[in-house]
């Protein structure tokens, strides 16, 4: 990483570069935010478009660096998010198509792009309450479809994610891609699967698993008794034993046709949306 990348001291507070040329230093640092050691070293993420740093900044996630192109520079919008970037002691760059092109790695690239610092969930801080429904996901691999999760849970109403085991980047650029922001709304944490075993046992919460050889029916379940973690399993090999015997349910969504088993985004929206069908009932009878 170049100094000048890390270095927002007050030197560069309320600076406004203007880089056209790829070989600029802090150009290679932004696309070295492509790889994961980078992105943990660096603690920052790269999103991609203006409705994701319009929401980003909303949501008081802390910018680090604005990048626009050229042609997007007499935009309102893009003004005023390069003051927010500018007066939160960010820096802000102007660059030519090129640049931001080879940024993002499309013919046809966002005009403008926000690097944040990553923001995780500490385990330890979530205490789930009534009527909440988090989803805890065993090593997913899938960018696509952790980004997809991510999405779905902040539509269904869910409090977080929690990633269990070795898992696939939250911040990398295909799943914030895949999130369409929600990466901004949805807190996610991360677990060994002891930690999250541990966990599980203090936080009076209720652990429906789904599993191909479940006994239980999905919608017979009560959603409803205790704050609700939906644990669902990795994409190649399903639940392993060690987490599925911490299960209070294991539940199966039945199925018919050749198919094997559903796609992990889908079987996690299937198993939210139901949760919050149970939820919502309880909300009219109150
Ligand atoms: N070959 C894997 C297996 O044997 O479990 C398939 C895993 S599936 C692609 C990924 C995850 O989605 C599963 O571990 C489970 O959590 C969930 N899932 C998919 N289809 C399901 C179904 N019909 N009932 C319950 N869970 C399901």
Redesign the pocket.
């Known amino acids: 990483m170049s100094k000048d990348f890390h270095d927002q001291g007050p030197r560069r507070v309320g600076q406004v570069k203007e880089v056209t040329s790829l070989a600029n230093p802090i150009i290679k640092d932004i696309k070295a935010l492509m790889n994961k050691k980078s992105r943990e070293e660096s603690g920052t993420f790269l999103a991609e478009g203006l409705k994701l740093v319009i929401d980003a900044i909303e949501l008081g996630w802390t910018i680090r660096t604005l990048v626009y192109a050229k042609a997007a520079k007499s935009k309102p919008l893009v003004e005023q998010m390069a003051a927010k970037t500018v007066a939160a002691g960010g820096l802000v760059l102007e660059v030519s198509e090129k640049v931001i092109a080879s940024i993002t790695r499309r013919d046809n690239p966002q005009m403008v792009v926000g690097i944040f610092d990553q923001r995780w969930k500490p385990l330890r801080d979530i205490r789930p309450k009534e009527g909440e429904t988090w989803v805890a996901l065993d090593r997913v691999r899938d960018p696509g479809n952790l980004g997809t999760i991510i999405r779905t849970a902040d539509a269904a109403g869910a409090s977080g994610v929690i990633l269990v085991g070795e898992a696939t980047d939250p911040f990398s650029l295909e799943t914030v891609r895949a999130t369409m922001g929600s990466v901004f709304a949805v807190p996610v944490a991360r677990a060994t699967p002891e930690e999250f075993i541990a966990w599980r046992k203090s936080a009076g919460v209720s652990v429906v698993a ?3 050889a ?1 006994a239980v029916d ?1 919608r017979t379940i009560d959603y409803r008794k205790k704050p609700v973690v939906l644990l ?8 392993p034993d060690q987490l599925a015997r911490e299960a209070d349910a294991l ?3 039945p ?1 018919q046709g050749r198919a ?5 985004a889908v ?1 996690t929206a299937v198993m939210l949306f139901e949760a919050r069908r149970h939820l919502l009932s309880l909300a009219e009878v109150k």
């Open positions: 789904t599993h191909l479940g999905y669902m399993g990795n994409e190649q090999s399903g639940l539940a199966r969504i199925q094997d088993s559903l796609n992990l079987a």
